[in-house]
């Protein structure tokens, strides 16, 4: 519903300017999503590689840790190491020599045998000498003999974690109730595994460590500190969430990392890689970071294409749209032409021209129109002059038979005088409310001769500073003398007030008359509504109101209702501004 409000109601400009962007957008955020797509699939796919790389060396470390373990009791049952354990010196000299340098070939043996050992021995407590595969002359290291001992170990697995060393022992009697007669101990190589934590990292700049949590045992392929203790955290959380194995993206200084983890059971640790994101999308890096220079260069484009559309379309519509706008209110301006040959070139010339063309038919339209309006007024105007003086004559005639009304004969020659002399002094349409007035109290003071103190006329209200025309309020008075007071016994009324009311000026001429119905006054109503489209022939309030309406228009005129006083009230709405 505000998709159809927005394009029935905006503007030319707006419209296109949303296609413009309905089809822009689409596009721009397509490539957003591919990019992004193949941001994720490169992102996964590296990850599992290195997960499944680190799975194969972890299983490999594994493997290896419990072959030694599976091929360590033959050597603890060794004959010779029993025999030299249980008599100590006790043989000769010679033959405890020969059986350790049996002893030792077999321990190199073992050694050569697996390329993650490091060192094999066998600490025989009786000789106080630790054999050695490559060493003869050696003495026992207490502490280090005490650490290997399984009464020394407070956790379950093969493999023992001493001074940052790594061995799996084996000692004989294998019962941790009593002290061993010999341990037979295989150290692994740190450096061997450091070897194997740098080929999982490859040649992606990444870091990877193994990680024994409960011992604090940790070999790491390079030397970053703060990376270390960021990782050790990550693994201490994967603990705490029983996640075995897995990849997700780690944040670290500022730094995305492709973190990538596989916990092994054997070694009790977490092996953990990872990988800065930036070396391994760096060219998914360089799509993205062309595709903001896209959207850059889309938002100069819509820029760019906005200015020239508000330059060459929006503003010369809007140009000739006010333009018409200003003709709908009678300014009829031509528009200044400032554009080439092109359509709106052509339009603001034909435009002109329609101007020029309705002036012309406006002036000798409103010279006409004038015309007709002097002649209608004249007309109508001219119904009104000798309507009254036929009146005047037969009372004048009559008062001048009567002998003892020579006085009122002489007041009403002066007031006939006065009321011709309005007349015809000038032939101007247009006089001051304030005459026409005095007009009508003229008219009133002749008609009190005629009736004597039978009607009683109040004037009441402030003469407005107006110019109105010619013969408007004394018609509305003779109306009311002519058909409200001619057939009445009882005494009439009439009540001449005004009041002002924002731009409109009321004068209300009311009488007290029972002669008229309200059915009358109805129908009198819808012929003044009517006046306008026909000629009426008559004086009186029809004659008055079209001279109204032509000189203010059709909200001005008179209207008609009950009055208070009982009779027809007339309202003459006249322009106060």
């Known amino acids: 519903m505000k998709i159809r409000f927005f394009l029935n109601d905006s503007s030319i400009f707006k419209k296109i300017m949303a296609a413009f962007l309905a089809a822009l957008l689409p596009l721009m955020m397509v490539t957003w999503l591919i990019n992004e797509k193949g941001s994720n699939n490169i992102r996964r796919g590296i990850s599992e ?88 002359e050696t003495s026992i290291n207490e502490p280090e003999f005490i650490a290997m001992q399984q009464s020394a170990k407070t956790y379950d697995g093969p493999l023992v974690y001493w001074n940052d060393r790594i061995f799996i022992t084996m000692q004989y009697p294998a019962t941790s109730v009593r002290n061993p007669t010999y341990v037979v101990a295989v150290e692994l ?35 970053d500190p703060l990376l270390l203790k960021r990782m050790k955290a990550f693994a201490i959380d994967k603990r705490n969430a029983n996640s075995e194995e897995g990849y997700e993206t780690l944040k670290f200084d500022g730094k995305r990392y492709l973190t990538v983890y596989k916990y092994s059971k054997l070694w009790n640790s977490y092996s953990i890689t990872c990988v800065p994101e930036a070396n391994v999308l760096g060219p998914l890096q360089m799509y993205r970071m062309l595709f903001w220079v896209a959207c850059i260069l889309a938002v100069c484009i819509v820029l760019f294409f906005s200015y020239f559309l508000l330059r060459l379309i929006y503003r010369p519509l809007m140009k000739l749209v006010h ?96 009321y011709f002399q309005f007349i015809t002094r000038n032939d101007e349409d247009d006089i001051p409310l304030e005459l026409e007035v005095n007009h009508s109290r003229t008219y009133v003071d002749m008609q009190r001769i005629c009736y004597g103190d039978r009607i009683e006329v109040l004037f009441e209200g402030e003469v407005q500073n107006l110019t109105v025309p010619r013969l408007i309020l004394q018609p509305i008075i003779e109306n009311a003398y002519e058909h409200a007071f001619g057939n009445m016994v009882q005494t009439g009324e009439l009540w001449v007030h005004s009041k002002l009311h924002d731009d409109v000026f009321s004068i209300y001429v009311e009488d007290n008359g029972r002669s008229i119905t309200d059915e009358e006054i109805e129908q009198l109503q819808t012929r003044l509504r009517r006046s306008s489209k026909r000629m009426e022939e008559t004086t009186g309030i029809m004659n008055v109101h079209r001279r109204i309406q032509l000189r203010y228009g059709e909200e001005y005129g008179i209207t008609v209702s009950r009055s208070e006083l009982g009779g027809l009230q007339v309202t003459i709405n006249l322009s106060a501004s």
């Open 323 to 418: 333009s018409f706008r200003r003709m709908r209110q009678n300014i009829l301006e031509p528009i200044t032409i400032d554009r080439g040959a092109d359509e709106f070139g052509y339009l603001y010339q034909a435009f002109n021209d329609t101007v020029i063309s309705l002036r012309t038919l406006i002036e000798e339209n409103y010279e006409q129109q004038i015309r007709n309006q002097r002649s209608e007024l004249k007309r109508l105007q001219s119904q009104i002059n000798p309507h009254f003086l036929y009146n005047c004559f037969f009372v004048l005639c009559r008062l001048i038979k009567s002998e003892n009304q020579k006085e009122k004969a002489y007041q009403f020659c002066l007031y006939i005088g006065q």
């Open 49 to 136: 590689s290195i997960l499944n790389m680190t799975s194969f060396y972890l299983d490999s470390l594994d493997n290896e840790a419990d072959r030694i373990s599976r091929y360590l009791p033959n050597y603890v049952m060794d004959k010779d190491l029993m025999e030299l354990a249980a008599t100590g010196t006790e043989i000769s000299y010679y033959d405890r020599s020969r059986k350790i340098l049996d002893i030792q070939r077999r321990l190199d043996l073992m050694k050569n045998s697996s390329p993650f050992i490091q060192e094999a021995r066998a600490y025989v407590p009786l000789l106080e000498r630790t054999i050695l595969s490559s060493k003869y």
């Open 189 to 223: 190589s740190k450096t061997k595994i450091k070897e194997i934590l740098t080929q999982i990292n490859g040649a992606q700049g990444a870091q990877s460590v193994l990680i024994n949590l409960d011992r604090g045992w940790e070999a790491q392929s390079d030397k």
